[in-house]
């Protein structure tokens, strides 16, 4: 197997096709944006993730890599596209359907296809193999199929391409071996085979493992507050137990992965997949209780202005899908509150981002609702000086607190109760 193609060029599919190029593979990239196949091409990159425009560059200056419009003839198919959620919370399998159809007419005996979207668990089985059949090829005897979910963090993607253990399920043992066969090339990290239904259940439980638990985390801290206790002492000493691991309480989840993939459990078994269920309403609830919080510091500020310290997702990344700042502003927005937000990471968001000094300016409270490192290093003496009202609430329990409190600010922090 020595020809890849890899369908879907962004933060999964381009760094794998350029690590497969320079493990030997001829590699074609396919992707619908002239954008992305005309920056590819050039040897450059259209998304930030550090190391890949070197590794992009050189897999293109040996001519190993080159990005197309559409898929050719070739041995191994990767399905690397996106796979979101409609607006009523389901999963949009459009983009996967639609390059499966792409790939059909190039299909021939012997050739191995790979999801690595992630997908509800049955997609390889009830979705994927009666498209691919249409080539009259036969999965699991004439072509094999495969799926193979990728675990990598942002910011570290190339690293953890190689480094990360992965789990293969075929429809078929010989599939999952086919494509163990093409990860071992360059993966480090051990490999396991199963079947294609394990693995894409796998991937999920992962993701939803983390939101149940962040639920959990978020349920008790607004218990806390109505005890008058503070949630971040309630976890430290719960931690101090050997099997006990509660994790951090917050504005909300966000990202493309914790705050989708569960939907994709609830959607499948409405009926019983209800702790699910019921942890996504708790976290895209968080955005809700952070408003109401404020609406009770502020009350009696005419015409109160609120200055929103991050907009990403999470701390030093530029990611905003799905953040729950924006959830926040939008509800701010919705009540006529002022609010003007900074993120030093964030290049393009649907709102208007502003400097830290405009940020405060006039304010009437700081909240804090990304745990960016920069936001460590304010001074609150400075940061009050323009501000109408000293406030700050704190959403993710990180600021120094006794700092901002000795430099006249009332705090509140998401979790902490007022003492009674
Ligand atoms: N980004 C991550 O950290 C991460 C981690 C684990 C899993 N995943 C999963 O990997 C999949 C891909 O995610 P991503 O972050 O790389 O998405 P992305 O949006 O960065 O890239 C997807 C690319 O696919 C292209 N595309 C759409 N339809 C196409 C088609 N029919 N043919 C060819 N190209 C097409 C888009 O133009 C885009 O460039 C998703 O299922 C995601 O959930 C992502």
Redesign the pocket.
Known sequence: MKNVCV???????LPTASVLASNGFQVLG????PR?VDTVNSGNIH?EEPGLRTVVAAAIGSGHLRAALKPEKSDVFII????PLTKDKRADMS?VV??TE?IVPFLSPGCLVIL????PPGTCRDLLKPILEKSGLNVGSDIYLAHC??????GR?LTELIQNDRVIGGIEPISAQRAKDVYATFVEGEIFLTDATTAEMV?IIENTFRDVNIAFANETALLCEKLGINFAEVARLANRHPRVNIHRAGPGVGG??IS??PWFLVEKFPDDAKIIHLARQRNDAMPHHVTNTLNDMLEGIQDPKVAILGVAFKGNVDDIRESPALEIIHQLNQQGVRVAAHDPYVKHAPIELVTLDACFADADCVVLVTDHSDYLYLNPQQVGRTMRRRNLFDTRAFLPHDQWRNAGFRVRVLGAGEPR
């Not at 369908?7 to 599919?13: A, T």
């Not at 690397?80 to 796979?83: G, I, K, R, Y």
């Not at 690595?116 to 997908?119: A, D, M």
């Open positions: 369908m879907g060029l962004g933060y999964i599919g396919v992707d619908v944006s992305v998304i690397a596209v996106p796979t983009y639609q390059a792409q690595e979207s992630t997908s979910p990728e675990r990598v963090l942002p993607i991937k493309h992965c989708v993939d």
